[in-house]
């Protein structure tokens, strides 16, 4: 079954059992084979997992400008956002070669400095460090970015979980990554704002069999796998 037609069929039969339970179900039957990957592709993986999020939050942050110059004297709670309007001035990952395509975000405001990142389309994407195809990133019902910000220390922080579809030449296949609660990214972007990155933080990617891979990132936002595995 391609494409998303797997998706649909098993969530109609899990409808009540839980939002994540079908993409879990699709990512342990056909998701990404693990045990086959190189500890090159892993790292390829987690950085290019990693730095799609890096950059949903740039285009996110450069939404919620426009729309407050837009909306001044209005509280600003929730927005949507395209992001082929901002894909060319995107802030650039410095590990990993990512290309925009299309998307849209529905941006809400939790809190005063709080922010829920999801998407109303999935975000597309090249990445070929990964994938001769086209890859997509959902962030539906309880997938999400979570971004906040702390004003009297000037940081921000984030978490996240996200389901991939790769829809490459051969075979579709698709995971999901999660940030680890315990140990939140730092993002940060330089002085001349020419590139973000997530720092400091912790995440795994799951695949199919169960079977998963963590790593974590350098102050710089490099992704370091794990000594021993």
């Given at each position: 079954?391609?494409?998303?037609?797997?998706?649909?069929?098993?969530?109609?039969?899990?409808?009540?059992?839980?939002?994540?339970?079908?993409?879990?179900?699709?990512?342990?039957?056909?998701?990404?084979?693990?045990?086959?990957?190189?500890?090159?592709?892993?790292?390829?993986?987690?950085?290019?997992?990693?730095?799609?999020?890096?950059?949903?939050?740039?285009?996110?942050?450069?939404?919620?400008?426009?729309?407050?110059?837009?909306?001044?004297?209005?509280?600003?709670?929730?927005?949507?956002?395209?992001?082929?309007?901002?894909?060319?001035?995107?802030?650039?990952?410095?590990?990993?070669?990512?290309?925009?395509?299309?998307?849209?975000?529905?941006?809400?405001?939790?809190?005063?400095?709080?922010?829920?990142?999801?998407?109303?389309?999935?975000?597309?994407?090249?990445?070929?460090?990964?994938?001769?195809?086209?890859?997509?990133?959902?962030?539906?019902?309880d997938n999400a970015i979570h971004f906040?910000?702390?004003?009297?220390?000037?940081?921000?922080?984030?978490?996240?979980?996200?389901?991939?579809?790769?829809?490459?030449?051969?075979?579709?296949?698709?995971?999901?990554?999660?940030?680890?609660?315990?140990?939140?990214?730092?993002?940060?972007?330089?002085?001349?704002?020419?590139?973000?990155?997530?720092?400091?933080?912790?995440?795994?990617?799951?695949?199919?069999?169960?079977?998963?891979?963590?790593?974590?990132?350098?102050?710089?936002?490099?992704?370091?796998?794990?000594?021993?595995?």
């Amino acid at each position: 079954m391609k494409k998303w037609s797997l998706l649909a069929f098993i969530s109609a039969l899990l409808m009540g059992c839980g939002s994540n339970d079908a993409e879990d179900v699709v990512v342990d039957t056909v998701g990404l084979d693990i045990d086959g990957l190189s500890t090159q592709d892993k790292q390829h993986y987690a950085q290019v997992s990693t730095d799609i999020n890096t950059l949903i939050i740039h285009i996110g942050g450069q939404c919620f400008d426009a729309e407050s110059e837009r909306n001044p004297d209005m509280e600003l709670t929730g927005f949507n956002c395209n992001i082929a309007n901002y894909k060319d001035s995107a802030s650039q990952a410095q590990y990993s070669s990512i290309s925009l395509i299309s998307g849209e975000l529905a941006i809400t405001r939790t809190s005063l400095n709080t922010y829920k990142i999801q998407t109303n389309d999935n975000v597309k994407f090249h990445a070929a460090s990964i994938s001769d195809g086209t890859l997509n990133y959902r962030l539906e019902d309880d997938n999400a970015i979570h971004f906040t910000e702390n004003e009297e220390t000037d940081s921000h922080t984030a978490t996240f979980r996200g389901f991939f579809r790769d829809d490459k030449t051969l075979d579709v296949t698709y995971w999901t990554v999660e940030s680890i609660s315990s140990t939140p990214f730092s993002y940060e972007e330089d002085t001349n704002n020419q590139h973000s990155w997530l720092a400091g933080g912790s995440a795994k990617l799951s695949g199919k069999d169960g079977k998963t891979f963590d790593w974590t990132t350098s102050t710089t936002g490099e992704v370091v796998l794990p000594l021993t595995e």
